[in-house]
């Protein structure tokens, strides 16, 4: 026999009770996870402008790198040199931190003007010393 309408709608409250009362009685959960889920794409945004959330001029060299240059940096790519790679910095690093800077602000080659950033003339002193410190510079930049 085919079910009659009641039959149907007792059918119906029980399969949409059910996610209801998971729903309520996990409620606690919910919101902690909601929570993450938005604090989440923020910080990934972040990471990918290169901090661009924080305050412009007052990145650190590592948040700029790793938001920017390490796109290029990290791996070499396009003939950039790469970090830690002392042989490729070498002649670079004979130019001083200045002659970097100014080197890297203008671009050079691949080598977009300020890697493609908006980073400012400190910012920039700051994360050419981050690179360069990790392949056998001793630059300080404030
Ligand atoms: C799109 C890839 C790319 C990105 C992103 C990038 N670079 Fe470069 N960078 C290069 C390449 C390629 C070179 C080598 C240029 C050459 O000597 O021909 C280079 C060279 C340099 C040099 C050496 C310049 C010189 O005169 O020898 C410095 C310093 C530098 N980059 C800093 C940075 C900084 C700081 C950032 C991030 C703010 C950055 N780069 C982001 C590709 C990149």
């Known amino acids: 026999m085919p079910m009659n309408s009641r039959s149907l709608a007792l059918v119906s409250v029980l399969v949409l009770a059910a996610p209801l009362a998971l729903a309520m009685g996990g409620r606690p959960k919910m919101d902690e996870e909601a929570a993450n889920v938005r604090i989440q794409p923020v910080a990934k945004i972040e990471l990918a402008a290169g901090?661009?959330?924080?305050?412009?001029?007052?990145?650190?060299?590592?948040?700029?790198?790793?938001?920017?240059?390490?796109?290029?940096?990290?791996?070499?790519?396009?003939?950039?040199?790469?970090?830690?790679?002392?042989?490729?910095?070498?002649?670079?690093?004979?130019?001083?931190?200045?002659?970097?800077?100014?080197?890297?602000?203008?671009?050079?080659?691949?080598?977009?003007?300020?890697?493609?950033?908006?980073?400012?003339?400190?910012?920039?002193?700051r994360v050419i010393a981050f690179m360069a410190n990790k392949s056998g510079a001793n630059f300080s930049a404030k």
């Not at 959330?53 to 650190?60: D, L, T, Y």
């Not at 950039?80 to 002392?86: H, I, L």
């Open 51 to 125: 901090g661009a959330k924080a305050a412009a001029g007052s990145r650190s060299g590592e948040e700029l790198y790793k938001g920017v240059c390490g796109a290029c940096h990290d791996a070499g790519i396009a003939g950039a040199p790469k970090t830690g790679d002392k042989a490729a910095w070498a002649p670079r690093i004979a130019l001083g931190l200045d002659g970097l800077v100014k080197s890297a602000i203008t671009g050079k080659n691949a080598m977009p003007p300020k890697g493609g950033s908006d980073a400012n003339d400190e910012e920039m002193a």
